[in-house]
């Protein structure tokens, strides 16, 4: 994914699935500068972690 996708989903009304190595996550933001997001797994979203933003999936 790129960062332009990332912030088309950031704005959208629409529920996007997106996942990062097979796990269903929710992106929280993004960082254009660095190319990283911060995300959370959808089941757990006390959690985020921040992730290049190149391996998210649609």
Do not use: F
């Not at 990332?6 to 993004?30: D, F, R, T």
């Amino acid at each position: 994914m790129d960062v332009k996708r990332v912030k088309q989903i950031l704005s959208s009304p629409a529920n996007i699935p997106v996942s990062y190595n097979g796990v269903s996550v929710w992106i929280e933001s993004c960082d254009e500068e660095s190319a990283v997001a911060q995300v959370h797994d959808i089941t757990n979203p006390h959690e985020t972690v921040q992730v290049n933003i190149s391996e998210l999936q649609e």
